[in-house]
């Protein structure tokens, strides 16, 4: 089963605490953007992006395989089986954990299914409902994606990880998608964010934007949850 992760003595000595600036407005509480710290942070986030993946992609194929039956077993014990209940999944792309096989059996046990979709730039992902016989087209990164079903509003969101911190945060891909679309949500879905444990890292040096994710799952070790829950 799950565990909840437990409070550590030394935490403080290789993570940042959660940062949560994301709930307040930052210019009315009079407290000025850091763009030094921002842009140091973001070169940092793409080297480290970089190497994140370059080393997920040397796995072998039968490792991932392995992995990806781990990571659906762990799912099966977190995502709620509620009758109606909405999950976003993904579609697997340079290396991510590929759970097609765990979305097929969610579906045919009754959950809804949905998978994001990048409509512009600087904009939140909306979800469209996926069922094995939905037509799919090209998106972005040339990602398969519904083309013309129905949009849906998911209860869970089920998010790739290029890496992620003890602090259940998460380092992506850099298009802040992930992290906009839950600052819009109300209420905010079950955030479960899947990879590989070589995506562990001592902190993502979270900014005022940054979401954490309820769970991070990666079937090595056992799900860590996040001490604070995202509002």
């Given at each position: ?69 781990r ?60 069922t ?51 600052a ?48």
């Amino acid at each position: 089963m799950p565990n909840r992760r437990d409070d550590d003595d030394d935490r403080g000595l290789y993570s940042s605490p959660p940062c949560f600036m994301h709930e307040i407005d930052q210019t009315q509480a009079g407290i000025p953007p850091d763009a030094t710290q921002a842009r140091d942070v973001a070169h940092w986030r793409k080297a480290e992006r970089e190497r994140l993946i370059s080393a997920r992609l040397a796995l072998p194929a039968s490792d991932r395989k392995t992995q990806a039956q781990r990571v659906a077993r762990d799912l099966d014990a977190i995502v709620p089986r509620v009758a109606g209940t909405i999950v976003s999944l993904y579609w697997p792309f340079r290396g991510e954990v590929d759970l097609r096989p765990w979305m097929d059996k969610a579906h045919a046990a009754g959950l809804r299914i949905a998978l994001p979709i990048v409509v512009a730039k600087g904009q939140p992902l909306v979800f469209r409902e996926w069922t094995p016989n939905v037509r799919l087209e090209r998106g972005i990164w040339n990602i398969l994606q519904p083309a013309d079903s129905a949009q849906v509003v998911p209860n869970v969101v089920i998010a790739p990880l290029v890496g992620f911190d003890p602090d259940c945060y998460r380092l992506g891909y850099g298009g802040g998608f992930f992290d906009r679309t839950l600052a819009a949500s109300s209420p905010r879905p079950l955030v479960i964010g899947v990879g590989h444990e070589i995506g562990a890292i001592s902190t993502i040096y979270p900014q005022p934007h940054d979401i954490p994710m309820n769970w991070i799952v990666t079937g090595t070790q056992a799900p860590k949850q996040a001490q604070r829950a995202p509002a």
